[in-house]
């Protein structure tokens, strides 16, 4: 008997979870068909399509509720560079910046108020590349250069004002002047752009 009432209370487990997927399934098609439809490209727009997901959308409003005050969740890929190998600010905006601005999707702006991301006419590339320069004590090794510019990865991109006037990623060129040691670039995406990037 009491095999057979523990065969049940697991039988309704498996039940409810099923039942607590459907709903969730139906509720996302369900706000998914009642989303307007995209237009179609005319071929007037020269930005490519990749436009904002229902989960980089869900992510854009944040996880955690104002009051929590988490900080934003930003992806921060560094490229660490010889300091004769370095790259110029100019090389990253021709090379990274203006390549990145093709795409829809990094080219605009999530309104957390409407729910719609709006696509940013006349951005200057320029404002997406900032230049740290370094002390010669961060450039000696990879882990100095990291510890001592550490808080640069907690600079936040989607707060305003910044976040609604600029894209919510940039390229941060941490920069050694003094010509030996180390050099890096981070570039640094919030996650609700970069959930699907990787």
């Known amino acids: 008997m009491n095999s057979l009432l523990a065969g049940m209370a697991s039988g ?13 399934t139906m509720a996302a098609a369900g706000w998914i068909s009642s989303k307007k439809a995209p237009k179609e490209d005319d071929g007037s727009s020269s930005k490519k399509r990749r436009r904002w997901s229902l989960m980089s959308e869900s992510m854009a409003h ?35 910046v203006k390549t990145i601005l093709q795409y829809e999707r990094f080219s605009s702006v999530f309104d957390r108020k409407t729910s719609e991301a709006k696509i940013l006419e006349n951005l200057d590339p320029n404002d997406l590349v900032r230049v740290v320069p370094l002390s010669p ?30 894209p919510w990623w940039e390229f941060v060129l941490l920069d050694n002047q003094e010509g030996y040691g180390k050099s890096a670039v981070v570039w640094r995406i919030h996650h609700s752009l970069g959930t699907e990037l990787f």
């Open 12 to 24: 309704m487990e498996d039940l409810m979870v099923v039942a607590a997927a459907t709903v969730v």
């Open 62 to 96: 944040g996880t955690f509720p104002p009051t929590a005050k988490f900080d934003e969740a930003i992806i921060n890929v560094v490229m660490v560079f010889d300091d004769h190998d370095k790259p110029t600010r100019e090389e990253i905006v021709e090379k990274c």
């Open 137 to 166: 004590y961060s450039c000696k090794s990879v882990d100095n250069l990291l510890k001592t510019n550490g808080y640069q990865a907690c600079v936040p991109l989607a707060k305003a004002p910044r976040g609604n006037v600029l």
